[in-house]
């Protein structure tokens, strides 16, 4: 019982900004392209929910890191030379691979800008530097081997999108451009990584529920 108010907890924490920019979103659209509004808002909730994923599956930091870990940089938990470890961890690798391919996918099926692969994979890699950072902040280590694995799946993904649509025989526009907002994908990414960031607070939540 214990874990599903945890789990409840951090979902909250991502899926409550991501219904309150997609309520906003839709009002804002469903005038000039309603059926697009919906289908496009609809697709914000799952990537939202992916994103949610991300952030669980990688263990992403939190500002209460800061006063928990008390912030200090522990370079045995850092990697900076691409695969230098000892031992190769294939399942790893895989799961590093694979946890970023929704979102090559997800990218160009809601936005047109990321039809480019050079946009996805800079995209990609951004948002799994912004994860390997806020690692610093708590127990985890920070690896550069994530980093560039994730940039792989986003490419991989992204490769699966144009493969599907082609295999189809369908058009790669999914939804119609001027029904997002500039640099949509950045800002929500952002507010939902950040509103986890400030909201989540896991040892708190801890001492409530065993009250220690």
């Known amino acids: 019982m214990e874990q599903w108010i945890f789990t409840a ?9 991501a219904i309150l920019f997609t309520g906003i979103f839709y009002r804002s659209k469903k005038r000039l392209c309603p059926k697009t509004a919906v289908w496009h808002s609809l697709c914000l909730l799952v990537f939202a929910f992916y994103l949610y994923g991300v952030f669980h599956f990688t263990g992403s930091g939190t500002v209460y890191h800061i006063k928990q870990y008390r912030f200090e940089l522990r370079m045995d938990e850092i990697n900076l030379i691409p695969f230098s470890a000892d031992s190769m961890d294939p399942i790893g690798y895989g799961l590093n691979i694979v946890l970023f391919l929704p979102l090559g996918f997800l990218l160009p099926f809601l936005w047109e800008k990321y039809h480019a692969l050079r946009h996805a994979l800079v995209f990609g890699f951004l948002l799994s530097l912004l994860v390997e950072t806020s690692q610093l902040l708590n127990i985890r280590s920070t690896d550069v081997d994530d980093l560039l694995l994730n940039t792989l799946g986003t490419a991989l993904g992204w490769l ?23 640099y949509e994908a950045l800002l929500f990414v952002m507010l939902l990584f950040f509103c986890r960031f400030f909201t989540y607070y896991e040892f708190g939540l801890a001492k409530l529920v065993y009250h220690f």
């Not at 699966?160 to 001027?178: E, G, N, S």
């Open 9 to 17: 907890y951090e979902l909250m924490a991502v899926m409550l900004p």
């Open 160 to 182: 699966l999108f144009r493969l599907y649509f082609c295999v189809r025989k369908q058009t790669a526009r999914i939804t119609d451009p001027a029904a997002a907002f500039p």
